[in-house]
Structure formats: C-alpha cells, structure tokens
C-alpha cells in the first residue's frame, strides 16, 4: 500500500477525490491501493499518527506532501520540490522542519521550511528503506505568517498533476 501523509485535510483533498477514497475516520481515507494520513500540523501529531499506520497496514511506500514557505523571492509560490530524492522532472531544494512557523531565515542558501517533514521521514525511516520515502513540498509563501485559505492549499496541491503520474508509476 501506498501511504500519503498529509498534515491538512485541504492538502489531502484532491487525492481523496482523484482515487475516490473512503473515509475511515477523520484522519484516514483509504482503497485497497493507497491510504491517506491526515495527520495534523507539527512533530505529535506526524509521530502518533505515523507509528499508528505503519503498524496498522502493510505500507511498501510513503509520500509527505504539503506545502513549505520558501526564504527566495525568486522561487515561483505553487513551485512543486521533492526535498529528500531526486526524481526526473520534478526540482530538489532542501527543507527545513521547525516546531514553529517560520518567518524569517538567515541561511544564504534558497531552503524551504515546514513543520512536518523531518519527522516523517524519522518515522517513515523505521518502517521503510530510504528509496521508499519521498518528501514533495509545494511554495506556498515567503516565509509568511500570514494563514493560507484552505481553498487556495487545495488548488496548489490539485495543478501537481505530476504528484498523481508518479503515484500511478509507483
């Protein structure tokens, strides 16, 4: 079974739709193919709610996607990154997970910022080979503490048509 973890339910929205998952309750949709993990923001709730499904289901491959802040103006917000692999056509930066938000960055190097994706992939690494985790991140501001409207997380994450061939490949 394919795992895609999410922290929002606005971020999981348009993969429940595309494979007409079922809901099993308010944190898992799932087929016999792929399950969703809506796990909440920040380092508890991934933790918790990871170890419950990796323990749970037979889970051969896990998949972090939501959005990041970006510290470059010159990154285009919407921008698609795989954090932790490389993958053809898709772009790598590396990412930072703190347990605040983050609105300012003194790093020189372009970075993205979340509050889930270390932790994920700390939990995925003890279930899973490391070529079986991927960490996808959408720019979704510049380092902004201002509250994105869900709708808008929703249609960033829904045009990354490429997230859903690369699910399908694997």
Same mark, same amino acid.
């Given at each position: 079974?394919?795992?895609?973890?999410?922290a929002l339910?606005?971020?999981?929205?348009?993969?429940i739709?595309?494979?007409?998952?079922?809901k099993?309750?308010?944190?898992?949709?799932?087929?016999?193919e792929?399950?969703?993990l809506?796990?909440?923001?920040?380092?508890?709730n991934?933790?918790?709610?990871?170890?419950?499904?990796?323990?749970?289901y037979?889970?051969k491959k896990?998949l972090?996607?939501?959005?990041a802040?970006?510290n470059?103006? %010159? &990154?285009?917000?919407?921008? !698609?990154y795989? $954090?932790?692999? =490389?993958?053809?056509? /898709?772009k790598?930066l590396?990412?930072?997970?703190?347990?605040?938000?983050?609105?300012?960055?003194?790093?020189l190097?372009?970075?993205l910022y979340?509050?889930?994706?270390?932790?994920f992939?700390?939990?995925?690494?003890?279930?899973l080979k490391d070529e079986?985790i991927y960490?996808? %991140? &959408?720019?979704?501001?510049? !380092?902004?503490d $201002?509250?994105? =409207?869900?709708?808008? /997380?929703?249609?960033?994450i829904?045009k990354?048509k490429?997230?859903?061939?690369?699910?399908?490949?694997?």
């Open positions: 079974m394919i795992l895609i973890h999410t339910l606005c971020e999981a929205q348009s993969f739709e595309y494979y007409k998952l079922k099993l309750n308010s944190k898992i949709y799932l087929n016999h792929i399950a969703i809506i796990s909440g923001i920040g380092k508890q991934t933790i918790s709610t990871l170890d419950y499904m990796f323990l749970n037979d889970i896990a972090n996607i939501g959005i802040g970006c470059d103006k %010159k &990154i285009t917000i919407g921008d !698609l795989c $954090t932790n692999q =490389k993958i053809t056509n /898709i790598t590396p990412l930072i997970t703190s347990d605040t938000v983050v609105t300012t960055s003194d790093t190097h372009t970075t979340d509050m889930e994706g270390s932790y992939q700390q939990m995925s690494q003890k279930y079986n960490i996808f %991140k &959408i720019v979704s501001d510049y !380092l902004s $201002t509250i994105l =409207k869900k709708d808008d /997380i929703k249609n960033m829904s990354q490429i997230l859903h061939q690369f699910i399908n490949l694997n």
